[in-house]
């Protein structure tokens, strides 16, 4: 496809349960990063891969939420247990590479519930 | 801290008028400055890129500004039309870590 591509694009879950979100990112671009966005608000960084590998993990919250990336493609990040809080647009997005003057080109975003 | 601030938070103009949004960051060492464009229920998609040398650069009726020694930027909006009602969301780049700081963006509302 020629952009970003997220799914699923709403996903209403209990409390409790896990949620897998999946991003499969531009081809070709080796950098994918994970937003939060709540109601209103900017976004929130999450979690950055440069190919597979993820050195900046900082905006994670908690223990609840991971993520992966394989073979420097989709990337899927999990939230444990969620809580109403958890509650927001989860953002995608990807570009050549931190080392280019390249844009990020995000998806349209998983709308996550909790009830 | 590396921060970006933008201001307004909201605003309301009239189509057909002109506006101006601001940006102020006190990223260190600078590397870039983009403007990106918010529509509800999508992801945000770029506008424009300054770096450290550009002052103004346009991009239709889109107009941002740079002005390195005070760590501002704005984005000029000619003419405004309906489809222009969105937010505005201001990402500064770092040259070390490659950082990259995004603002709380200006939710902008254009009124017929």
């Known amino acids: 496809g020629a952009g970003v591509s997220q799914s699923p694009s709403n996903k209403v879950t209990e409390k409790g349960k896990d949620v897998e979100l999946r991003c499969d990112p531009i081809s070709g671009h080796t950098a994918l990063y994970w937003y939060r966005q709540s109601l209103g608000q900017g976004l929130e960084f999450l979690i950055y891969f440069q190919g597979n590998s993820a050195p900046d993990k900082s905006g994670l919250p908690s223990d609840r939420f991971s993520a992966e990336r394989t073979g420097g493609s989709v990337s899927t990040l999990t939230i444990q247990r969620t809580q109403q809080e958890d509650s927001a647009v989860y953002l995608c997005?990807?570009?050549?590479?931190?080392?280019?003057?390249?844009?990020?080109?995000f998806g349209n975003g998983t709308r996550l519930t909790v009830t | 801290k590396n921060q970006v601030e933008q201001s307004p938070q909201s605003l309301i103009i009239l189509e057909g008028k002109n506006c101006t949004l601001q940006c102020n960051y006190t990223v260190s060492p600078f590397s870039n400055l983009r403007w990106y464009k918010q529509d509800t229920g999508r992801g945000p998609v770029s506008l424009t890129i300054?770096?450290?040398?550009?002052n103004t650069k346009s991009n239709g009726r889109y107009t941002a500004t740079l002005d390195a020694d005070t760590k501002q930027s704005s984005l000029h909006i000619t003419a405004s039309q309906l489809s222009d009602s969105a937010s505005y969301i201001c990402?500064?780049?770092?040259?070390?870590?490659?950082?990259?700081?995004f603002g709380s963006g200006t939710r902008l509302s254009i009124r017929p």
């Open positions: 990402v500064v780049k770092t040259s070390s870590a490659s950082k990259i700081i």
């Open positions: 997005a990807s570009s050549l590479g931190q080392e280019y003057n390249s844009p990020l080109h």
């Open positions: 300054m770096t450290f040398s550009e």
